[in-house]
């Protein structure tokens, strides 16, 4: 099983900017179909944005244009850069490894973003 570490949340005031980094185990990291997801209280976790192991990014409708997703296989990391940042955005954060849409079944503790004035 991939182990999975989430770093880099805080609480930012709306407008702000935020990068996680997530690092991942594994000698074929480089293969992962990678993404991020979220969790904000009282809702089901969402799918945020993804990776491909070529580089190619997808993201949901809900953060297009201001998240950007990325990777460095050589230090078997995911980021997610997050600009203009909203209260709406306020939610745990989690990589995992994606296997045909569905997420791997283990999962990283998260890193907590809070986006508040």
């Known amino acids: 099983q991939v182990q999975l570490v989430e770093s880099g949340g805080g609480l930012v005031q709306p407008g702000g900017s935020l990068r996680l980094s997530c690092a991942a185990s594994?000698?074929?990291?480089?293969?992962?179909?990678m993404g991020w997801y979220r969790q904000a209280p009282g809702k089901q976790r969402e799918l945020v944005a993804t990776i491909t192991s070529g580089g190619s990014t997808n993201y949901a409708d809900s953060v297009k244009g201001r998240f950007t997703i990325s990777r460095d296989n050589a230090k078997n990391t995911v980021y997610l850069q997050m600009n203009s940042l909203k209260p709406e955005d306020t939610a745990v954060y989690y990589c995992?490894?994606?296997?045909?849409?569905?997420?791997?079944?283990?999962w990283g503790q998260g890193t907590q973003v809070t986006v508040s004035s």
């Open positions: 594994g000698t074929i990291f480089r293969l992962y179909f």
């Open positions: 995992n490894r994606i296997i045909n849409w569905v997420a791997s079944p283990s």
